[in-house]
């Protein structure tokens, strides 16, 4: 009897530290939105009608939406330099739009890419340091346009040596999210026929080293949808099928040294497709967020098990406010949740 009341205690007790998210509303909008950024107590977002805006996290009254283009243009990537906003559209020729972040003055320019070719950019990102990267899915040739950024310089990827692709590998622009930085270190994933990682240095951004991994791969619609590090050694990395969501086979890793190996983690025994992971502020990557069309789950363990914390559907994106509060969005609205036990 006693035996059977302390294992009672213990379920109870685990029940009553399981994780759960507390949602607020902060915006409704006919939009898709795959690309948030946070800055100045707001949550500024781009997505589809050449949509370009801003809520406030504390008064979700203080708004602002700014449309950028009446070509009903779509935008997969937002990326925040000291002083600008940055997001490159999807158009196979396309536009760098730039937002000023103190005036909120437009301007925009054809992106430096080969006319003639078809090109498709899934993700935007600047540093602290305010050097940015912008990567798009490789052309017919299996070449992508890559594009370096110095404050508003750019430097293709002619002159960079970037790794060759398989034919069927490329990017997903699913979150903004499959590129990490930290430090000056950059990391890039793949997804289609390989799903790969490619690692370069700041210091010295002609040499590339380019690891595979055993994440399930094969056809287009399966691989690495988004990374995330903690610091330049540990990191994760989740995606799987998204024409098969609910299949959890080989569709999460991690790795302990800066991405040269990768260890699959929870296969068969987690909820399924991911579109974006995080990992929990000052968590030392013990506690990470990962959210697809279908669920949210959490892993307080470095990603080796997985627990459904919300069954919300059509959130695509996230991002950590602090310790306890992150931002979701996706399809036509952006919530606010707090995580609680």
């Known amino acids: 009897m006693k035996n059977f009341i302390l294992i009672v205690f213990l379920f109870c007790l685990n029940l009553g530290n399981a994780q759960k998210l507390d949602f607020k509303t902060l915006l409704k909008d006919k939009i898709s939105i795959r690309a948030l950024q946070i800055y100045n107590g707001k949550v500024w977002y781009s997505g589809t009608d050449s949509k370009f805006g801003y809520v406030s996290l504390k008064d979700s009254a203080n708004k602002k939406q700014l449309i950028l283009?009446?070509?009903?243009?779509?935008?997969?990537?937002?990326?925040?330099?000291?002083?600008?906003?940055?997001?490159?559209?999807?158009?196979?020729?396309?536009?760098?739009f730039t937002i000023n972040k103190r005036t909120l003055e437009i301007n925009s320019r054809l992106v430096p890419v080969q006319l003639?070719?078809?090109?498709?950019?899934?993700?935007?990102?600047?540093?602290?340091?305010?050097?940015?990267?912008?990567?798009?899915?490789?052309?017919?040739?299996?070449?992508?346009?890559?594009?370096?950024?110095?404050?508003r310089e750019y430097i293709v990827n002619k002159k960079l040596g970037f790794p060759k692709y398989f034919p069927g590998e490329a990017h997903f622009a699913a979150s903004n999210s499959n590129i990490a930085m930290k430090g000056d270190w950059v990391w890039i994933a793949t997804g289609g026929s390989?799903?790969?990682?490619?690692?370069?240095?700041?210091?010295?951004?002609?040499?590339?080293?380019?690891?595979?991994?055993?994440?399930?791969?094969?056809?287009?619609?399966?691989?690495?949808?988004?990374?995330?590090?903690?610091?330049?050694?540990?990191?994760?990395?989740?995606?799987?099928?998204?024409?098969?969501?609910?299949?959890?086979?080989?569709n999460i890793a991690t790795t302990d040294d800066g991405g040269e190996t990768w260890q699959i983690q929870a296969s068969g025994k987690n909820g399924g497709?991911?579109?974006?992971?995080?990992?929990?502020?000052?968590?030392?990557?013990?506690?990470?967020?990962?959210?697809?069309?279908?669920?949210?789950?959490?892993?307080?363990?470095?990603?080796?098990?997985?627990?459904?914390?919300?069954?919300?559907?059509?959130?695509?994106?996230?991002?950590?406010?602090d310790q306890d509060i992150l931002v979701f969005a996706g399809k036509d609205r952006i919530v606010k949740a707090k995580l609680t036990n």
């Open 69 to 96: 283009s009446d070509k009903h243009l779509q935008f997969r990537t937002l990326s925040q330099s000291s002083k600008e906003f940055s997001m490159i559209d999807i158009d196979s020729l396309p536009h760098q």
């Open 116 to 151: 003639g070719k078809k090109y498709f950019f899934d993700a935007f990102m600047f540093d602290k340091g305010d050097r940015g990267l912008a990567i798009s899915d490789p052309n017919k040739e299996g070449s992508p346009n890559f594009l370096l950024y110095t404050g």
């Open 194 to 250: 390989k799903a790969r990682i490619f690692k370069f240095n700041w210091k010295s951004p002609t040499i590339w080293k380019v690891y595979n991994t055993p994440f399930i791969q094969g056809t287009s619609s399966q691989g690495i949808y988004s990374i995330d590090f903690y610091d330049k050694k540990f990191g994760i990395a989740v995606g799987g099928d998204y024409t098969k969501q609910s299949e959890n086979i080989n």
């Open 273 to 321: 497709y991911k579109t974006c992971v995080k990992i929990r502020p000052k968590s030392k990557g013990k506690d990470i967020i990962a959210v697809g069309d279908q669920n949210i789950e959490f892993s307080d363990d470095y990603g080796k098990t997985w627990k459904t914390i919300s069954e919300e559907k059509g959130l695509y994106v996230c991002e950590w406010i």
